[in-house]
Structures are given as C-alpha cells and as structure tokens.
C-alpha cells in the first residue's frame, strides 16, 4: 500500500468509521480520535509526520469539563460534518480545494496574523505564472520539467501548491517549503497532503530561514549546495533581525551585505536568490521601500543591478493583503538574464475595490503575466527601461521615475470654445425675446433681457 499511495490507514482510522462512531454516539470516539492522529504521525507515512496534529487538543474544555462531555460534542460535530460530505464529492481535489478554502476565509478574518501564513491566490496565481512560463520551450510553448521549486517562507504552501498545478502533477519533481511558525509548519503539510501531493513528492522544513538552519541547504561543500530551477517566496515585510557577524561571513550575504536590523527584506531575497539555479527564476514579494531605500539596501540593490539579475519590478494596487494595506510590488530575479533592460510595470491601478481589500481580476492578472512574458510595453502601464538610464537615477527602482501615471491634459481650443459661448448667448437672447411675447399676452411681467444688440435676435 505504501508502494502505490504511500501511506497506510487502519480501518478503524478511516473517516468511515470515525463518522460511524459519531453517529452512534460512541463513547470510545475521543479515545480513538487520539490514537488516529498519533498512528497517522508515526506509522502511516514512510517519511516522518511527527507533529502533524501538534495543534489539536482533543482534552481542551473548549470542547467539554468532563471527558463524556467533550466526547459528546465531537460525535455532533462529526455527524455534522459526515451529513455534509454526502452531498460532495470526496476526491483529494475537492476536500484540498475545501481546505484551501477554509484557510483563506479564516486569514480573512485573522487580520494582519493572517500574513504569517497566507498569500492571495490571486497574488499566488501571479508569481506562479512568471516561474513557470519560463520554464517553456520559446518555440513550442510546451512546458519543460521543473526539477524542483522552493518557497523558503511558505505559510500554508498556497504558492506551492499553485506552482505543482500549473506545472500538473508529472511536470514538476519535488516542492520544498520551509515555515518557522510551528501551526502554519503543520497547516502546510496538511494542505499538501489534502492535494493528493504524495509525501515522496514533497518536503517541508520547520525552521528559521534567516539563520539557515536547514541541513538540506547548508551543504559542506559549497559547490554541491542545493539548487533551484524556481524560487518563489511572501516573507513578511519588513521584519527584524539580528545581525551578528556569522551572517557578515554567510555565504549568502557576504558578496552584497547585510541588510538593516530593521527590515530583512534583502536578507531574504539574498537567501532564496543563493539557491536559485543558473537558469532559474525567482519572484518575490516585497514593499515598495526596497525599490528606493538609502544605505546598506541600495548598495545591495544597485550590485545586484549592476551584475544583471534583476529582470523585472511590476507594482501591485495596495490593500490587497489581509496583513497589510500598503502596496506591494513582486521583484522577478534571474542569474542569466537575456535582455538588457529591465521591465517595469505598473499595475496599481488596474483593480476592484472591495469593502476590506481590494482584488485582482482575471483581465487584471492576465495583463500582468502577459506584458511579462512578452515584455510588451504600453503607455502608463509598462516600459523597458536601460541599464543607462537606471544608472542616471542612482539605481532607484521607484516605478514612478520610470512611468507616468499623470493624464494628458486636453487641448482647449479657445477660439472654438468663444464662438461656442457667443452661440449660446445669442440662443438666450432670442428665447427670451420669444418668451417675453407670451408673458404680454398674458399681461404677466417681462423677463430681464440680455444682450439684444443684434437685430436679427428680434422676432
């Protein structure tokens, strides 16, 4: 069994006879429960899943003081759940795309904790569209195979998992993700598994990104180091840090700096850009402050400009993120990049606005990955922008240096506007006359006249 789905379920664990016991009120549930999720972490799986249910007490009085209480309330929970399932299909793609679900509606309404562990689909269909359409034949548009992709601050592993579907499930070898959140850790490897993502398939790591402490990455030797053929990443914005002088010596960083205790925005982009493969692309979320900060960051900004690897800067509308409402812009970096120019694009206000954040919509997103991948460049929205030109602003990044969101004004025609003003009085004049005609008629009082110097205004 392990061979061909790779991982084993005793009957009495499956959902069938859970939902069974709670139909019957059972009250061995709570017991079998338990010994569920502790099988389920040690023994169904070849790989380890030590933890995965870390976060669920079963003996929390939220549930019940008493043990028959608790007992209770999950047998009516279950049955519930059981009731509703009937109605739907129960294929790894319905219950992963209910999960996944479940799991944006509760970032919604997290507020600002949600950004621990949530990337907008919208947001994730964008940056998994741009690694993955360089992964195409330019001739055919068939798609290449992607060894592998990381996503070193993965949260739910919603852009992982948006990567795996664009790629489908043969086109792409393993996904790694790395969480130093203990609860999202697990939501992620739940969210995997619920996509029928085989435990073969990928690998997820709890730990601290910053400090590296991932043996898979930090290889001996730093010639065998793991590679990337896409790197795709949400960090949190401007996090702090603490700078010490192993990180000045780390691999990753010593070539360009360390960035500001304040905001370890280069720190992760230096770190997933380190394990990017030769012709791999990486996308990255970040705030607009990393375009034009001062500093330590803008030595780090203009080397990386400077060596070619930054590709392209596209500028998203703000309030898009339950964490935050600032703006935020994705950084598409390559090793070996073609073109010599950088293509920047400003989406910020191609948007719908929505009652607590704004949205992308499909024509939105479709704008954006398409002017990508052709490189297209249309006024007030993208243009192609030289090394030279980017060298004459001291390599500031700010996309409103390099397009003008401002409307053209309108040329006025100030003799047809006048012959205008001097038709319509003449229209006044002559409606009055006519109008004061009926009122003598009637032996009503006259409307004040305008000017009637123009005989032929008299009727």
């Not at 939220?62 to 209770?72: I, P, V």
């Not at 992760?268 to 402050?289: D, Q, R, S, V």
């Not at 309108?410 to 012959?419: G, I, R, Y």
Request: aromatic share 10%.
């Amino acid at each position: 069994m392990r061979l061909k789905v790779h991982y084993v379920i005793k009957p009495q664990f499956l959902w069938g006879s859970i939902a069974e016991m709670a139909r019957t009120q059972d009250g061995e549930l709570l017991h079998t429960l338990q010994k569920a999720f502790d099988y389920i972490e040690n023994e169904s799986f070849a790989s380890t899943f030590q933890g995965l249910f870390s976060e669920i007490n079963l003996n929390s009085e939220k549930l019940g003081k008493q043990y028959t209480d608790r007992n209770a309330k999950l047998c009516t929970i279950i049955t519930k759940i059981a009731e509703g399932l009937k109605e739907f299909s129960t294929d790894s793609d319905t219950l992963g795309d209910a999960y996944e679900y479940l799991i944006g509606q509760f970032a919604a309404g997290s507020g600002k904790k949600a950004g621990e562990f949530y990337t907008p689909q919208q947001i994730s269909t964008i940056l998994s569209a741009i690694v993955t359409l360089d992964s195409q034949e330019p001739a055919t548009g068939k798609k290449r195979y992607l060894e592998n992709v990381l996503d070193f601050a993965c949260g739910s592993g919603s852009l992982l998992l948006n990567v795996r579907k664009k790629m489908g499930a043969h086109g792409i070898g393993k996904i790694y993700g790395q969480e130093s959140n203990i609860t999202t850790y697990n939501l992620a490897r739940m969210n995997m598994l619920l996509h029928g993502v085989k435990d073969s398939e990928f690998e997820i790591f709890h730990g601290d990104t910053l400090l590296n402490d991932w043996d898979m990455l930090r290889e001996a030797n730093p010639a065998k180091k793991r590679q990337f053929d896409a790197v795709v990443a949400n960090p949190p914005f401007s996090y702090r840090w603490e700078l010490t002088d192993a990180l000045g010596d780390d691999v990753r960083f010593k070539n360009y700096g360390l960035a500001p205790k304040s905001a370890a925005d280069f720190a992760f982009l230096l770190h997933g850009f380190h394990y990017l493969a030769k012709e791999g692309t990486m996308a990255i979320i970040l705030p607009h402050g990393v375009l034009f900060r001062g500093g330590v960051e803008e030595r780090i900004r203009t080397k990386l400009l400077k060596d070619g690897h930054i590709d392209t800067v596209i500028g998203l509308p703000a309030n898009l993120f339950f964490s935050t409402g600032i703006p935020v812009c994705i950084l598409v970096l390559k090793k070996c990049k073609k073109p010599d120019d950088i293509l920047f694009i400003n989406a910020s206000k191609h948007f719908e606005k929505g009652k607590r954040q704004n949205r992308l919509r499909e024509d939105d997103i479709e704008k954006i990955v398409d002017t990508y991948q052709f490189r297209c460049e249309e006024l007030r929205y993208s243009r192609r922008v030289t090394m030279e030109e980017i060298e004459t602003n001291g390599y500031n990044l700010n996309i409103s240096r390099y397009i003008s969101t401002a409307q053209e004004e309108v040329e006025v025609d100030l003799q047809a506007v006048n012959s205008e003003l001097v038709e319509i009085e003449q229209k006044i004049v002559y409606a009055t006359r006519k109008h004061n005609e009926f009122l003598k008629e009637l032996g009503l009082p006259f409307l004040p006249m305008g000017d009637s110097s123009n005989s032929y205004l008299k009727p």
